[in-house]
C-alpha cells in the first residue's frame, strides 16, 4: 500500500516563507507531483520532480530525497492568493497517483 | 478551450437510485481517471482508463463501474447509490498514463445520497 504523510494545517503571514513538508512510503517510486486546490475549486499542477534536489518555479520550490523518502514544497514571498490546500502525490510502481490528504495553508495580512 | 468538463456540478441523490456523472475533455488525452475527495483522505483513485476501451479498477472500485466507449467521454456510474458515496467526484486526464504526465483535473461533482 502507498502512505503518504504531510501535516493538516499550516499557518504563516503574509510575505514570509512556508514550508510544507511530505514523507512517503510506497510500493515503488516513479516520480512526485504537487498539487495546489483552492477550496471549492479543481487541483491544479504546481511540480514534478523524479530526481534527487530542489526544483525552483518562481515563488515556489520543490525538494526531493528519495532516499529519506521526502519532499518538500517551498513557497516564498506568501501572497493572499496562495492560501489553499497543497496535495502530495507519488507515483508508484503502478503508475498512478497516491494522494496525501493535502496541507491547508492559511496565508494571515 | 474547455479542458475537462464535468455534469452536473452538484447532486442530492436518494439511496438507492442509480446515477451517472459525466465527463468529457477535449485534449485528446489517452488517460482518464475518476476520484473521490473526502475531508482527511484525500483524493482516492476510483477507476482509470489509459487509453479508450480499456479500463482498470483503482484503489476504492466497489460500487462504481465506468465505461471508455472513445477518448473524450469517460462517465462513472453508481448502480445503486448509498450513503458513504456522498463524496466529491473529480475526473481528470493526461496525455498518456504515469510518469511526469501532469492530470489535469475537472471542475468536480458535489454529490450527496441521502
Known amino acids: 500500500g502507498q502512505n503518504i504523510d504531510q501535516p493538516t494545517e499550516m499557518t504563516a503571514t503574509e510575505g514570509a516563507i512556508v514550508q510544507i513538508n511530505c514523507t512517503y512510503q510506497t510500493s515503488g517510486f516513479n516520480g512526485l507531483f504537487w498539487y495546489q486546490q483552492h477550496a471549492g475549486e479543481a487541483p491544479t499542477f504546481l511540480s514534478y520532480?523524479?530526481?534527487?534536489g530542489l526544483e525552483e518555479k518562481g515563488r515556489f520550490s520543490s525538494f526531493l530525497s528519495r532516499s529519506k523518502g521526502y519532499s518538500y514544497l517551498l513557497l516564498k514571498e506568501l501572497q493572499m492568493k496562495d492560501s489553499a490546500s497543497y496535495l502530495c502525490a507519488v507515483i508508484g510502481n503502478d503508475y498512478k497517483l497516491s494522494f496525501g490528504a493535502g496541507t491547508t495553508v492559511t496565508v494571515r495580512a | 478551450i474547455a479542458g475537462i468538463t464535468q455534469a452536473p456540478t452538484s447532486q442530492i441523490l436518494a439511496a438507492g437510485r442509480r446515477m451517472t456523472l459525466r465527463c468529457t475533455q477535449d485534449m485528446r488525452h489517452n488517460a482518464m481517471y475518476w476520484y473521490r475527495q473526502d475531508l482527511g483522505l484525500g483524493l482516492r483513485l476510483i477507476h482509470y482508463?489509459?487509453?479508450?476501451?480499456?479500463?482498470g479498477k483503482g484503489e476504492v472500485p466497489d460500487g462504481y463501474s465506468v465505461s471508455r466507449a472513445n477518448t473524450d467521454d469517460f462517465p462513472l456510474t453508481l448502480a445503486s447509490a448509498v450513503p458513504s458515496q456522498t463524496s466529491v467526484y473529480f475526473c481528470?486526464?493526461?496525455?498518456?498514463?504515469?510518469?511526469?504526465?501532469?492530470?489535469?483535473f475537472g471542475p468536480g461533482t458535489r454529490l450527496t445520497v441521502l
Open positions: 482508463s489509459n487509453t479508450a476501451g480499456t479500463t
Open positions: 481528470a486526464s493526461s496525455e498518456v498514463s504515469g510518469g511526469a504526465n501532469e492530470q489535469f
Open positions: 520532480n523524479v530526481l534527487d
